[in-house]
């Protein structure tokens, strides 16, 4: 039996007067992993940071319409509690460079004050690192700083980061487009194993990668959502003529 | 073509030199000036100079412990009331570089940070020293402290501002309150630039002498009564200094030579500080 985790409803979201997400409906099933993929400027990054309300971060940024985690309003809840409950990775891996690897991972915890006694900090450090397949390479430098870390590492910390809050739903911002290839394949070799307890939403530019890791494909073009499909069917035949150029490269 | 070739050579060793020989001429006067205080100033240091007040003309010996005293006491005030004012103002000023209020209160920086001192005195002495009807540590703790600011807000500024935007988004992606976000994350990642601001503010005031003229005014005897007059080191330095007496001037030279000392030792540690808790981002 599949579960709705987020869905929209004719959603929208504007920079000022610049509309860059329109009409956007789309359900996603839990422990799917989901890409977002679509031209520079369409709006897929914008979308993606409405879903844990990081957009209205920026100065001049509205939404409107729904956005449900589940059966809750994101918009009507806590943004606090919406990131809590929706991690998120970024373009640039983003370590706390003034935090060893083992702070970085209890971030989360420890910079909003949570108590945790130190045998269980102890037991999500090695839990997230380990899902995010960097405990092996970083068990003896824990307290070492992140930011010694390749780029790739540094990336895979900082999934280890959103892991450790236990989010229901990650995001992904173009998560590799900063990374070597060999980085970048370890980062999407972790996709198929985190989407076992996780469900993930992966913008990126890259069409190869969303063939790789996706289950599901949502395009998006000028801020619409075109299609959302099976990602086989989607790279093999896409029903709207828009996703088919793209595809085949027609226009960028 | 080998000749244009050893022609530029000549040309790139000739400006070398003449840079180096610059950088050396502008040093040099600093460096006499150094020496010369150090020469006149470090054989009157001793323990006794340290832990005693001046003597009256016509004795031997004497020291300074009560500019000692002062200067301590005065910075320390000083320090409580613009450091954390001033962190809070540039926390501010880096976080909402656009608004009216920033605009403003930017601009007033940099306003005071080119008024006078001794212009900040005049203003202190009839707003503080007259209503109060006395000099006090106090009224020269306010002086240096409106000195104070403007090098503490710009440093804050400057520093959080180089601070990636991607690191406020890695907190508030966590869920963690903006509050939060500012202290545990802005602040620490900028701790070694904000704590050099401070070292140079606490250098920079600690010779001011004009504004103390007027405010703390001075005291030949050891007070730590913040609501009287207080001497303070560079303001002995001025007294003494134009005194007739030859003993008074061992004093002020004495005196130089301490304020020197700890100017210098503030820089060497800020650079050391900043060195070992710079975050490599």
């Excluded at chain 1, 989901?34 to 400027?41: D, H, Q, W």
């Excluded at chain 1, 994101?74 to 919406?82: D, E, H, L």
């Excluded at chain 2, 000549?10 to 205080?37: D, E, R």
């Excluded at chain 2, 992606?173 to 904000?194: D, E």
Aim: glycine share 6%; with cysteine.
């Amino acid at each position: 039996m599949e579960h709705t985790v987020v869905s929209a409803n004719k959603f929208n979201a504007w920079f000022g007067d610049n509309h860059v997400v329109k009409d956007v409906s789309i359900g996603i099933d839990k422990n799917q992993v989901i890409a977002v993929m679509g031209p520079s400027g369409c709006g897929k990054t914008t979308f993606l940071r409405c879903i844990n309300r990081m957009h209205e971060l920026i100065p001049g940024a509205t939404a409107k319409g729904s956005l449900k985690l589940y059966d809750d309003e994101v918009y009507n809840m806590n943004p606090i509690y919406v990131r809590y409950k929706i991690g998120m990775v970024f373009q640039r891996p983003n370590p706390f460079p003034n935090l060893s690897i083992y702070d970085n991972v209890i971030a989360g915890y420890k910079l909003n004050g949570l108590k945790v006694a130190k045998a269980e900090q102890d037991r999500i450090v090695e839990k997230s690192l380990t899902s995010a397949a960097l405990w092996n390479e970083v068990k003896d430098s824990l307290h070492k700083k992140g930011t010694f870390l390749s780029g790739g590492q540094q990336q895979r910390l900082c999934i280890a980061r959103a892991i450790a809050m236990e989010p229901e739903v990650i995001l992904f911002d173009e998560p590799t487009s900063a990374l070597d290839p060999i980085s970048t394949s370890s980062v999407e070799q972790l996709f198929h194993e985190l989407k076992e307890n996780y469900t993930l939403i992966i913008v990126t530019h890259n069409m190869q990668q969303a063939a790789r890791v996706s289950d599901k494909t949502a395009f998006f073009y000028m801020g619409e959502l075109v299609e959302f499909d099976d990602t086989k069917k989607m790279f093999t035949a896409p029903s709207d003529v828009r996703t088919q150029n793209y595809i085949t490269g027609r226009f960028s | 073509m080998d000749a244009r070739i050893g022609i530029r050579n000549t040309k790139s060793i000739l400006f070398k030199g003449l840079i180096v020989f610059l950088a050396f001429v502008i040093t040099l006067p600093l460096i006499i000036v150094l020496l010369y205080i150090i020469k006149q100033g470090i054989f009157q240091v001793n323990w006794h100079f340290l832990t005693n007040v001046p003597a009256p003309v016509g004795e031997t010996g004497g020291g300074i412990s009560n500019a000692l005293v002062g200067s301590l006491i005065i910075v320390l005030m000083s320090s409580i009331v613009a450091i954390p004012v001033g962190i809070l103002t540039g926390i501010y000023l880096s976080e909402n570089p656009h608004t009216k209020l920033s605009y403003y209160a930017g601009l007033c920086v940099d306003i005071l940070q080119g008024v006078p001192s001794i212009v900040v005195g005049i203003v202190v002495y009839f707003w503080i020293v007259k209503p109060l009807g006395t000099f006090s540590a106090i009224s020269g703790s306010i002086a240096l402290s409106i000195m104070m600011l403007p090098i503490v807000i710009r440093s804050t500024e400057q520093t959080l501002r180089l601070l990636p935007p991607s690191l406020k988004e890695a907190a508030l992606s966590l869920g963690v309150p903006y509050h939060r976000v500012i202290l545990k994350v802005i602040v620490p990642c900028g701790f070694a630039g904000i704590l050099s601001g401070i070292m140079l503010s606490i250098a920079r005031i600690v010779g001011e002498t004009a504004p103390l003229l007027f405010t703390a005014f001075g005291n030949p005897y050891l007070s730590t009564a913040i609501t009287k007059p207080m001497e303070t080191l560079p303001h002995l330095i001025y007294t003494y200094a134009t005194s007739p007496y030859d003993d008074w001037h061992n004093l002020a030279w004495g005196a130089s030579f301490i304020l020197l000392m700890f100017v210098l030792i503030l820089n060497i540690f800020t650079k050391l500080i900043t060195r070992k808790w710079n975050i490599q981002l």
